[in-house]
Each structure stands twice: as C-alpha cells, then as structure tokens.
C-alpha cells in the first residue's frame, strides 16, 4: 500500500495532539516499510481495553472514537481524525489498554508493532528516535489533558 495517503494526513493534522515526526520524504518511505496497513469496518474495535499489545496506529482515513467501558454517561474521550495517532502507550509498556478505540466510519490505519519499532532502532536509530520523539509528545499532551479532565489516559 502506497503510505503517500498517511503522510498528507499526518502532516495536515491541526490539533494539540498532532503527531509531528520530522521525517522528509526518504524517511516517511523507510518508516513505511515498519509499518502494516490495515483496513478497518465501521464499528470494529482498533483496541479493546483490558487487551495487552505493544502497538500505535497511525489513522491515515476515517475517524476513530476513544471510549472508557464501564465508566459512567459520557465515556467519550476522544474522536481521532486522520493524521492522529492511537494507543501510542503499547509501545513503551507492556500492559492493559486503558481504553477502547473503535472506529466510526470505515478507516485506513497503519499500525507499528513494539518488536518492528525495536528492529527500526536497531537498522536506523536516528528515525527510531525521532518516531518515539514524536510518540512521546503526543502522549505528554494527552496526559496534561487527561489530568485535567480526570479521565483514563490513552
């Protein structure tokens, strides 16, 4: 699959959580070769809470809603447009998802696994860095939020 679609949405993304990797072209194309595309029904659970994997999707089409099961009226945390990413926490932890990502209308997500992400350091340390930079940033933001508000983090 062609990454091109991903690239224009990550790098058009206008939100206080943007993922903002500073990758030129040639980056973006060896980054891609990290990452799997997956195409997702409207309604499909990205990520389940309480499930363990060591995973972020990066939502290239479509809209993703973030939801707590269990917690009161209003369980809502967010909704992802493309160019967003999700569960960037698996790829520092091993442990239980916090949250559900479900999609909302039918969407294109790439997805970079711990053990691809591991292999990237290992080949090509300087873009491994800047793509746990940018991860890192995104869930500096998403914590100030979630403080904030008092909901789980994602």
Known sequence: MDIAELVTAVQSLNAEDAFRPRLNHDQWRIFSQYLSHHEIRSGDLLIKQGDADRAMYLLARGALQVFV?????????????P??????????????RAANVEAMTPCAVWALR??????LGQRVPALALEIIRAAGAVMAVRL?????KQAPFI
């Open 69 to 81: 099961t269990g917690a009161p009226a209003g369980s809502r945390i967010a909704i992802l447009r």
């Open 144 to 148: 100030r939020a979630s403080l904030a």
């Open 83 to 96: 160019g967003s990413i999700a569960g960037e926490l698996g790829l520092f932890v091993d442990g239980p």
């Open 114 to 119: 711990g053990p691809r992400l591991e292999e």
